[in-house]
């Protein structure tokens, strides 16, 4: 999906408020995987693991939004380098 929305950014040829279906798609996905895998583990870990269980996977997730975070400014900075707009943030990695 990640790479649906990063053509369409290149080439805009779905370039209307029928797109924001597919973000709460994906959003609602994995708004329920998140919710899935913490109701998992604190239903299947042993009382005496899970606390610390619970704390691992959070620090993961944070980890997780960070990266994410990190890796779309680079993805942004090369859609405004392909379409010609300045002031990203980053410089794109592929020139």
Known sequence: LLWFFIVN???MYWYN?????????????????YVNAFTLMSRD??????????SI????????IILAD?????IQACLYEYHGIPGAVA?????
């Not at 410089?91 to 020139?95: D, R, Y």
Request: charged fraction near 10%; aromatic fraction near 10%.
């Open 9 to 11: 950014a290149m080439f």
């Open 17 to 33: 408020y029928g797109l924001l279906v597919l973000c709460f798609g994906s959003g609602l996905l994995g708004g329920g995987v």
């Open 45 to 54: 870990l042993p009382p005496k693991n899970r606390e610390i269980g619970l």
């Open 57 to 64: 996977a959070t620090v993961a997730d944070t980890v997780g």
């Open 70 to 74: 990190i890796s779309g400014m680079y």
């Open 91 to 95: 410089q794109c990695f592929l020139s």
